[in-house]
């Protein structure tokens, strides 16, 4: 794997391709100032063709002086190929069906046809003044032989990346190396690869990707996108990290803020057990966990939450050991015994269970006195 790999995030055109997503002009400015503030170095972020709204947004983008490399999309036609050309954006993403089932069954066309179209749109691209990635659309089902065959038509025509897309999330891990590593071994320009999460496979597919020789890697906040979303920025860039000791130059403590940024924009909620960003994930229930996590947190931590910006938390619920209950009470004033402690979480596993809620302070504290009262014991006011 590269030392560097490339984050070329993709929530404001993949991410906002999510079936009923729409974001306005300004969330759209506060999610790229948001991504460059953390050091994405990559965004791509819109489709110019789609009409002069969303044309102007691009362009205020491309004014701000991010410090981003920005990359609009277009199909490999005049109109697409004109419209990025008022962007004024850094890159330019022509794609083009390379499967069969898509160009015969969607263009009607042939393989030559792809083959001369990439030619002849890469050449006047350049004659407009833009750095080109072609994107391979449904390369993860086009035949090895012919895909091949286009990324040297992409190379020999002077683009200066190629655009890998699972696009309906087929791959697993073990046959996206294999199509990687073939890419690499024929050509020596960047290879992006641009993964689905219809199977649940979208970042180990990524990760998979960039050991094979992959230089850059779409993402999207959330791991929002079309169907079931692409691969998760903070998902690729923490895995980079701790599996692999590969830095992708980003402040993932920012990941937090940006999560929720385009929570409220998408209006797609996130789930609370998703990884790195999910309100749950760093929060512990069962006794022996919470009793090895205060006694060191690397007991149970494959990282620290820190490094994104949050911090462990205990609750207490059906799973909970005397342990947590001590704790949880000593941070309320309170020193319990053993067996007080073993009384009041019966106590509390009943009131997990009946309301499928973790007790709060309030209740804690009427737990600790009805526990007093029935043991006819003079407690000192809470």
């Given at each position: 794997?590269?030392?560097?790999?490339?984050?070329?995030?993709t929530?404001?055109?993949?991410?906002?391709?999510?079936?009923?997503?729409?974001?306005?002009?300004?969330?759209?400015?506060?999610?790229?100032c948001?991504?460059?503030?953390?050091g994405?170095?990559e965004?791509?972020?819109?489709?110019?063709?789609?009409?002069?709204?969303?044309?102007?947004?691009?362009?205020?983008?491309?004014?701000?002086?991010?410090g981003?490399?920005?990359?609009?999309?277009?199909?490999?036609?005049?109109?697409?190929?004109?419209?990025?050309?008022?962007?004024?954006?850094?890159?330019?993403?022509?794609?083009?069906?390379?499967?069969?089932?898509?160009?015969?069954?969607?263009?009607?066309?042939?393989?030559?046809?792809?083959?001369?179209?990439?030619?002849?749109?890469?050449?006047?691209?350049?004659?407009?003044?833009?750095?080109?990635?072609?994107?391979?659309?449904?390369?993860?089902?086009?035949?090895?032989?012919?895909?091949?065959?286009?990324?040297?038509?992409?190379?020999?025509?002077?683009?200066?990346?190629?655009?890998?897309?699972?696009?309906?999330?087929?791959?697993?891990?073990?046959?996206?190396?294999?199509?990687?590593?073939?890419?690499?071994?024929?050509?020596?320009?960047?290879?992006?690869?641009?993964?689905?999460?219809?199977?649940?496979?979208?970042?180990?597919?990524?990760?998979?990707?960039l050991?094979?020789?992959?230089?850059?890697?779409?993402?999207?906040?959330?791991?929002?996108?079309?169907?079931?979303?692409?691969?998760?920025?903070?998902?690729?860039?923490?895995?980079?990290?701790?599996?692999?000791?590969?830095?992708?130059?980003?402040?993932?403590?920012?990941?937090?803020?940006?999560?929720r940024?385009?929570e409220?924009?998408?209006?797609r909620?996130?789930?609370?057990?998703?990884?790195?960003v999910?309100?749950?994930?760093?929060?512990?229930?069962?006794?022996?966990?919470?009793?090895?996590?205060?006694?060191?947190?690397r007991?149970?931590?494959?990282?620290?939450?820190?490094?994104?910006?949050?911090?462990?938390?205990?609750?207490?619920?059906?799973?909970?050991?005397?342990?947590?209950?001590i704790?949880?009470?000593?941070?309320?004033?309170?020193?319990?015994?053993?067996?007080?402690?073993?009384?009041?979480?019966?106590?509390?596993?009943?009131?997990?269970?009946?309301?499928?809620?973790?007790?709060?302070?309030?209740?804690?504290?009427?737990?600790?006195?009805?526990?007093?009262?029935?043991?006819?014991?003079?407690?000192?006011?809470?």
């Amino acid at each position: 794997m590269h030392n560097m790999v490339t984050i070329n995030d993709t929530t404001l055109r993949d991410g906002e391709q999510t079936a009923g997503v729409a974001f306005t002009a300004d969330e759209k400015i506060a999610i790229a100032c948001a991504l460059a503030k953390a050091g994405v170095p990559e965004m791509e972020i819109g489709i110019p063709v789609m009409g002069p709204a969303e044309l102007e947004v691009i362009q205020t983008i491309a004014t701000l002086g991010l410090g981003s490399q920005l990359m609009v999309w277009g199909r490999m036609c005049d109109r697409d190929l004109q419209a990025a050309a008022a962007c004024n954006a850094d890159l330019v993403n022509l794609s083009i069906p390379v499967s069969d089932v898509h160009i015969e069954h969607k263009l009607g066309r042939s393989r030559e046809w792809v083959i001369q179209t990439i030619r002849d749109y890469v050449g006047r691209a350049f004659d407009l003044g833009l750095d080109v990635c072609v994107g391979g659309e449904d390369a993860s089902r086009a035949d090895t032989e012919f895909l091949l065959r286009v990324v040297e038509t992409v190379q020999a025509a002077g683009a200066r990346r190629f655009r890998f897309a699972d696009t309906l999330g087929l791959l697993d891990p073990f046959s996206t190396w294999t199509r990687i590593k073939r890419l690499r071994e024929i050509s020596d320009i960047e290879i992006e690869i641009h993964a689905h999460n219809d199977l649940g496979l979208a970042t180990a597919n990524t990760l998979a990707a960039l050991r094979a020789g992959a230089t850059h890697a779409n993402t999207t906040v959330n791991g929002l996108g079309e169907r079931a979303g692409n691969a998760a920025l903070e998902e690729v860039v923490m895995a980079l990290r701790h599996l692999y000791g590969v830095e992708a130059a980003i402040d993932t403590r920012r990941f937090p803020a940006i999560s929720r940024m385009v929570e409220l924009a998408s209006g797609r909620r996130v789930a609370s057990n998703k990884s790195i960003v999910g309100d749950a994930v760093f929060t512990h229930e069962a006794g022996i966990h919470v009793d090895g996590l205060l006694k060191n947190p690397r007991n149970y931590q494959g990282f620290d939450p820190a490094e994104v910006g949050r911090e462990h938390r205990t609750i207490l619920g059906k799973h909970s050991g005397s342990r947590a209950v001590i704790d949880a009470y000593a941070r309320l004033g309170l020193l319990l015994s053993d067996p007080e402690a073993e009384l009041l979480l019966a106590r509390i596993r009943d009131h997990a269970v009946a309301t499928k809620n973790p007790p709060t302070a309030t209740d804690l504290k009427r737990f600790y006195l009805e526990s007093a009262d029935c043991a006819g014991s003079t407690v000192m006011p809470l």
